[in-house]
């Protein structure tokens, strides 16, 4: 199971953290990842970590803003975000699966991820 936990209104600018927990998988084997998808536009994969933390991937529009972190200790792996733009308002989901973190993750079949319902993020303008 994959629970997401944290979204809300933030100010143009502003910083929120995101909370993914993941029960259930072994997560150590298992790449841990944040998306957002916004109506009218595809889903789009933003950062993950592998299950070792050996591979990252950290999408362009995104760098030196947002950053994740987690661990495998059952604890949940966050998303922090910063400096957000009124256009990343967004359904923010997080996701497990056995794809490596990289261009499997991000382009491979939506149906080998465990998924959450999502959290969603308001940007104000």
């Known amino acids: 199971q994959v629970e997401e936990s944290g979204g809300g209104l933030v100010q143009n600018g502003g910083s929120r953290r995101l909370s993914c927990r993941v029960t259930g998988l072994p997560i150590g084997e298992y790449t841990v990842g944040w998306w957002r998808q916004a109506p009218g536009n595809e889903r789009e994969g933003l950062l993950c970590?592998?299950?070792?933390?050996?591979?990252?991937f950290v999408k362009s529009s995104v760098k030196g803003r947002f950053t994740m972190e987690r661990n495998n200790n059952n604890n949940p792996a966050y998303l922090h975000m910063n400096n957000l733009r009124p256009e990343e308002s967004a359904l923010y989901y997080c996701s497990a699966t056995i794809n490596y973190c990289g261009d499997a993750w991000r382009l491979g079949d939506p149906i080998y991820h465990y998924w959450g319902r999502g959290t969603q993020v308001t940007v104000s303008s």
């Open positions: 970590i592998s299950g070792t933390g050996d591979r990252t």
